[in-house]
């Protein structure tokens, strides 16, 4: 902890690829000294860097925790400064993490530029995490800036997602019904939809459908074939609207 770390990492994916859950847990686990920041929640400069000094005051161990206007990037530097002393964090790496880092580039010229070198403006040990889903090429500035070191995290499989929806399986129904159903499920969207959140939603959205036939008596779990034949249309229609929420 008490060595100099690089001073900015981009780490970038497709939605729900995990990078967000994976930086919190990794944070927390090794019980690192670290801010946590939304730029879609705070997306002006003023309340961003704001934020982040509140953070780092509300997690001193002393009462200081009075508000203080931040209008400038040179403000900050000197706040932060103060608040890393407060902190006793002068020997240990501090992590910003800016998620739906995206944002900054809607904010001052500036406010780039100045995250991606803040070690080197403050002269403190901290590392600026940008978390987002679009590639560093469309974030770089024209009048070019300091490289981060950029992290890529891939979609998850086929495999992958088979997996993990298929943890969310009902108490009243068998891992392996489930399993199934997601099999199926997946065989008709991974080739139009990646995306978890999405995918969670279509799951829970079309199960009720695929238990009709097990529900009336007219098929068991295993009977794979009649249980697809009824819910084919249903996903077929559900295909052609996937994102818009159409089908009830």
């Avoid at 900054?104 to 406010?111: P, Y």
């Avoid at 780039?112 to 080197?120: A, I, T």
Wanted: proline letters at 4%; charged letters at 20%; glycine letters at 2%.
């Amino acid at each position: 902890r008490q060595q100099f770390s690089f001073p900015s990492i981009f780490i970038y994916g497709h939605t729900s690829s995990g990078k967000t859950y994976v930086m919190q847990t990794l944070l927390n686990t090794l019980q690192l000294p670290h801010v946590f920041v939304n730029c879609v929640e705070y997306f002006t400069s003023r309340l961003l860097l704001e934020e982040i000094l509140i953070q780092l005051q509300s997690c001193s161990e002393t009462e200081q925790n009075s508000h203080v206007p931040c209008d400038t990037f040179n403000d900050f530097v000197r706040l932060f400064k103060q608040a890393v002393a407060s902190r006793e964090l002068e020997d240990q790496t501090l992590y910003i993490v800016l998620d739906r880092a995206e944002q900054l580039r809607e904010m001052e010229v500036n406010i780039l530029p100045g995250f991606l070198r803040l070690q080197e403006l403050t002269d403190r040990n901290v590392t600026v995490v940008l978390l987002s889903e679009i590639v560093w090429e469309l974030f770089r500035p024209s009048t070019g800036c300091f490289e981060p070191f950029t992290l890529y995290f891939p979609d998850y499989s086929i495999g992958h997602l088979q997996k993990i929806l298929s943890q969310n399986y009902p108490p009243e129904y068998s891992a392996d019904f489930y399993a199934a159903y997601i099999n199926i499920l997946l065989g008709v969207f991974y080739m139009v939809c990646r995306d978890l959140k999405e995918l969670q939603h279509l799951a829970v959205l079309n199960f009720s459908k695929y238990c009709e036939p097990v529900v009336r008596g007219e098929a068991n779990e295993r009977d794979t074939r009649k249980l697809w034949k009824n819910i084919e249309p249903h996903l077929k229609k559900a295909m052609q609207t996937v994102y818009l929420r159409e089908i009830s």
